[in-house]
């Protein structure tokens, strides 16, 4: 029978309602309570412990650091000591032998595909270098890197060429640099031989007739690169060139934003001009001992164009008369005989017949007097050139007139442009044989007829802004006839130099009759209308019979135009797939 329950007796000194725990029913040895007090003294929870925990060895349990908080004294690991106590944790053996696998074999993969990546990118640039090579081929005895430099700059001045849209100066500026810091190195393998003159250029005549030429290419590029990047600065650090307007710096606070998706802003203090002047070009090509007549009167004639063009009018005159006295001082026979040498008027005696070189410089005066309206020396030298191109030779049986340059193939098919690209690769470049310097009287070509048919087109709209718009309009329509016959004669003729030439003689010759006829429409229909208004008040007949002549005219010269209308939308196809380019590649700007 078990005793009576006790009531648990109150704690002494604590506050009423709180009692004391109730003693076992059963009675404890005293060597199990001392055990029970060793046990609980040594036991304690595995969440809490102090730094000497985690050097001791656990009594009852293991312990968990990640599980108990830090001590505030601990100092915290680095974060890759941290990161690695938990991926050792968290990855086994075996899985971490997986990744490693995994790992390195996507490594392997990413760089096989990457150097497949980079092997066919310098593949396809192997095989472009080698289409604009023989395009446009290089001496031979150059560098790989001069060639490299001239063949880029020359095709990236064909735009239309290469499947590009706007002429990239920049990049041709700093090919051409490159390229003359190159042959103009005397220390170097290709410059080696050249002697430098007191009034600015070389002595090339040393040198072998690839290397003047492909010098006298290289300066020619670096004067139209100058002449198309006038007023433009070039930022070394950032490499980017644009006009002066969109550079920032203290001369200019407020620039013109960039264009849209150019991110890169030119900054003033880091910037330089972006070309030499022209003049720098122009004057070493005719200071350079080597070059041939031909092509100093090149550069002679483009720098006087370029200096009539700034206005300096005084300057060009006196640079025609240097091309004249370049063009005369190579004529085989007394350039007196065949030319005015002060007006450039031919003489056309019918014996001595003027050379090449002297009639391109006739026809640029012509061309310039009309420009500034010296409309009557204008039309004398015109009609002097055309009946001296009238009376040219034929060339003899057999005889090649101009070297044809290859020209790039351009098909869809990629079976056939993959064959061309071998074939291309394969067939060695020929560097083509020199042109005439232009020293003999030319002979006819293919392209003479477009040359007559370009100096009819002047003489015919001289003579309608000067004297008679009949006779004007009648040598107009004779201009494009024989333009149109031309092309038409060629064909689809491979050399596209002839096509070319007559293309642009055929737009120039319909833009002009196209803009005579609708002026005289214009004026037919104004004289009718006065004449209707002038015949209201008459008593007499005559002022009905003046209405239906001037009614007569008005619908002839609107016929006319009707049919100008069809023929141009006849022929525009022809005309726009040779030139349509020409007035969006050059002098386009590309800020680079």
């Not at 030119?266 to 720098?280: G, I, K, L, N």
């Not at 004026?523 to 009718?528: F, N, S, T």
Request: glycine residues 8%; hydrophobic residues 35%.
């Amino acid at each position: 029978m078990l005793p009576p329950a006790r009531l648990p007796r109150r704690l002494p000194g604590g506050p009423a309602g709180i009692r004391a725990c109730p003693t076992p029913r059963y009675k404890q040895s005293p060597s199990t309570q001392q055990q029970l007090q060793q046990n609980t003294s040594h036991r304690r929870a595995f969440t809490q412990k102090t730094r000497l925990d985690l050097i001791t060895a656990p009594y009852t349990r293991p312990q968990l650091p990640f599980l108990s908080p830090l001590a505030s004294s601990r100092p915290v690991p680095p974060l890759s000591i941290h990161l690695r106590q938990h991926f050792a944790r968290l990855i086994s053996t075996e899985s971490r032998e997986h990744y490693k696998r995994r790992l390195g074999r996507g490594l392997r993969i990413g760089l096989s595909f990457y150097a497949m990546l980079v092997l066919f990118q310098v593949i396809k640039l192997g095989v472009y270098q080698e289409e604009i090579e023989h395009r446009w081929p290089t001496p031979p005895e150059w560098s790989w890197k001069s060639r490299w430099c001239l063949r880029s700059a020359q095709a990236l001045q064909h735009p239309e060429d290469i499947g590009k849209l706007m002429t990239n100066w920049p990049m041709v500026a700093g090919y051409v640099k490159e390229l003359l810091e190159r042959l103009e190195d005397v220390t170097r393998e290709e410059g080696r031989g050249i002697v430098k003159q007191d009034d600015g250029g070389f002595d090339v005549s040393g040198k072998s007739e690839p290397w003047r030429r492909g010098y006298f290419q290289a300066l020619m590029g670096g004067a139209k690169a100058a002449e198309n990047l006038e007023g433009w600065l070039t930022d070394r650090k950032q490499r980017i060139s644009a006009p002066a307007e969109y550079v920032v710096g203290p001369s200019n606070p407020r620039p013109k934003p960039m264009p849209a998706g150019q991110k890169k802003v030119p900054r003033e203090e880091d910037c330089e001009q972006a070309s030499p002047s022209p003049e720098v070009f122009y004057m070493k090509i005719l200071n350079t001992r080597g070059f041939d007549t031909r092509q100093k009167l090149d550069a002679a004639l483009a720098y006087a164009d370029w200096l009539d063009y700034k206005g300096l009018q005084d300057n060009a005159r006196d640079m025609y008369n240097r091309a004249m006295d370049i063009a005369a001082s190579g004529s085989l026979v007394d350039a007196g005989k065949v030319v005015d040498v002060k007006t450039g008027i031919l003489k056309n005696d019918g014996k001595d017949l003027p050379s090449e070189n002297i009639l391109r410089v006739s026809t640029a005066l012509a061309v310039n007097h009309a420009r500034h309206g010296n409309l009557p020396t204008a039309l004398s030298i015109f009609t002097s050139v055309l009946k001296a191109r009238r009376s040219l030779p034929p060339p003899p049986s057999g005889m090649i007139t101009m070297p044809k340059l290859p020209s790039l193939h351009k098909t869809n098919d990629p079976f056939r442009y993959i064959f061309d690209s071998i074939k291309i690769m394969l067939v060695p470049v020929e560097y083509p044989a020199p042109l005439p310097s232009g020293n003999e009287p030319p002979l006819r070509t293919a392209t003479s007829a477009c040359e007559e048919a370009g100096l009819m087109t002047y003489i015919g709209e001289i003579i309608y802004a000067s004297s008679s718009k009949e006779q004007g309009l009648a040598w107009t329509r004779d201009a494009v006839d024989t333009a149109e016959a031309t092309m038409l004669e060629l064909g689809e003729s491979e050399d596209h130099i002839p096509r070319h030439r007559c293309a642009e003689c055929l737009r120039v010759g319909l833009e002009n009759w196209k803009t005579m006829v609708s002026r005289l429409v214009t004026k037919a229909k104004k004289e009718e209308q006065e004449s209707i208004q002038k015949s209201g008040g008459s008593w007499f007949g005559g002022g009905q019979k003046q209405i239906e002549a001037k009614s007569v005219e008005r619908k002839r010269w609107e016929a006319e135009n009707l049919i100008l209308d069809d023929r141009i939308r006849r022929l525009w196809p022809k005309i726009d797939g040779e030139t349509g380019l020409d007035g969006i590649a050059p002098n386009s700007s590309l800020f680079v």
